[in-house]
């Protein structure tokens, strides 16, 4: 099983991005697909979910800026950044789980992870 993150790089603020998670040796779609992000110094916490259902939860810094897309013929899925700014320069983390609403950003939850991409908000 592996899940692949994607896409990272260096964007200026007010930029966007879009990073890739793809999975081989289980059906994404059969999990909730969370990012995760670690900046330097700084734990590793949850900014997004999106469950199977197609419900989604966000961390309060994130919302109105990103989402989560699924392509369950590819078995990936997306995470769509807009608007970025210097605080969301850390590394990137796709996750695959099955989380409740009090779980969802406790990194203990979520059974497959991906390498990490690095995102850096510059100009």
């Known amino acids: 099983v592996q899940l692949q993150a994607s896409g990272g790089g260096l964007v200026q603020p007010g930029g966007s991005l879009r990073l890739s998670c793809t999975a081989s040796?289980?059906?994404?779609?059969?999990?909730?697909v969370a990012w995760f992000r670690q900046a330097p110094g700084k734990e590793r916490e949850g900014v997004i979910v999106?469950?199977?259902?197609?419900?989604?939860w966000y961390s309060d810094s994130v919302k109105g800026r990103f989402t989560v897309s699924r392509d369950n013929a590819k078995n990936m899925a997306f995470l769509q950044m807009n608007n970025l700014n210097a605080d969301d320069t850390a590394v990137y983390f796709c996750?695959?789980?099955?989380?409740?609403?009090?779980?969802?950003?406790?990194?203990?939850?979520?059974?497959?992870w991906g390498q990490g991409t690095q995102v850096t908000v510059s100009s």
């Open positions: 996750a695959a789980g099955n989380p409740i609403l009090s779980s969802w950003r406790d990194s203990r939850t979520y059974h497959y």
């Open positions: 040796g289980i059906t994404l779609n059969s999990y909730a």
């Open positions: 999106r469950r199977s259902s197609g419900q989604s």
